[in-house]
Structure formats: structure tokens, C-alpha cells
């Protein structure tokens, strides 16, 4: 029985079959911000660097009452990944900072049972969750939150590279 073979298109990326599916266009070259979020301008461009997801990771480790590591959809866990694949391709390195200026952060909004979690880089929204409470919880978070005039939960700047 013959096999598939990758086979290419007119838009310049090798295309992968898959079982069932039309083939799609295999990702060559790094992870850029624009690949992965809807964000705009300089930060669209540029690869995700090691020391940007780490701030992300950062930041979200700042989350009260919310695990990260070990289970779930993370940015800053799939930051991390991306990070490194683009650090395999040589497109960055280690400790790197991406060219724009990179703030990771995240804002609280108190909504009835909880709060809604809005995690931004370079000031671009990238993702967003629900974090449900227990009434204690819901009065402890809400005393925590009130001195952020902002109300910024969290930032961490990743610093510019030189």
C-alpha cells in the first residue's frame, strides 16, 4: 500500500498529510507572538524569547488560588515551550529578551462565584479564564485586590535585549 508523501503547495511551507484531513502547511522557523496570539505591531514579529516566557510564568505564579504547573492550559507554560523550540532552531537564546518592549501581567475582575483572570504581554491581551471561589475565598481575595489602583494583579517586565 502506497503511502502519502508531503507534497508542496504555492504557499512556500511543506505540507503534511493527515489522515482525513486536507494537508496542512507544516510551521518552519521560529514561534512568533503573531503565530501563537492575536496581538499586533513589533510584538507580532518577534519569536518568543526564554526570558519573556519566564516573566510570563512569573506572573501568572502570582495568581491567588490558581495552580499552573502540572496540568491545564498555560501561556506562560506554552511560552516556555515555544521558547525552547525557537532556542533549538537557533532563532534565540538562552536568556534572551524579545526586541519590543515585553511587560507579562494580568489583571482580577471580582464577578459573582469568582473572577475573571485576564493575562496581557506587551500589553496585549492573550488569554483569559474564570477562576470560581468559595464565599471565604471570594471576601479574602477581594480584601487582597482593593490596593491596586490599576488593578494590575501582577507584572513582571522581561527586560529588552541588548
Not at 55 to 73: C, L
Not at 129 to 138: D, L, M, R
Amino acid at each position: 500500500m502506497a503511502r502519502p508523501q508531503p507534497r508542496s503547495g504555492g504557499g512556500g511551507g511543506e505540507q503534511v498529510p493527515v489522515q482525513g484531513k486536507e494537508a496542512a502547511p507544516a510551521h518552519q522557523g521560529p514561534i512568533k507572538y503573531g503565530d501563537a496570539f492575536e496581538v499586533k505591531g513589533d510584538l507580532a514579529g518577534q519569536p518568543i524569547a526564554p526570558r519573556d516566557a519566564a516573566a510570563m510564568r512569573a506572573a501568572e505564579e502570582e495568581v491567588p488560588g490558581v495552580r499552573v504547573r502540572g496540568g491545564g492550559f498555560s501561556v506562560g507554560g506554552f511560552m516556555e515551550q515555544a521558547a525552547q523550540y525557537n532556542q533549538a532552531l537557533g532563532a534565540v537564546q538562552p536568556g534572551q529578551a524579545s526586541d519590543t518592549e515585553f511587560v507579562a501581567g494580568f489583571t482580577q475582575d471580582a464577578v459573582p462565584g469568582g473572577r475573571i483572570v485576564t493575562e496581557f504581554v506587551g500589553g496585549q491581551a492573550v488569554g483569559q479564564y474564570a477562576v470560581a471561589e468559595a464565599p471565604a475565598e471570594q471576601a479574602k481575595a477581594a480584601a487582597g485586590s482593593e490596593g491596586a489602583a490599576d488593578g494590575r494583579g501582577g507584572v513582571a517586565p522581561a527586560g529588552r535585549r541588548n
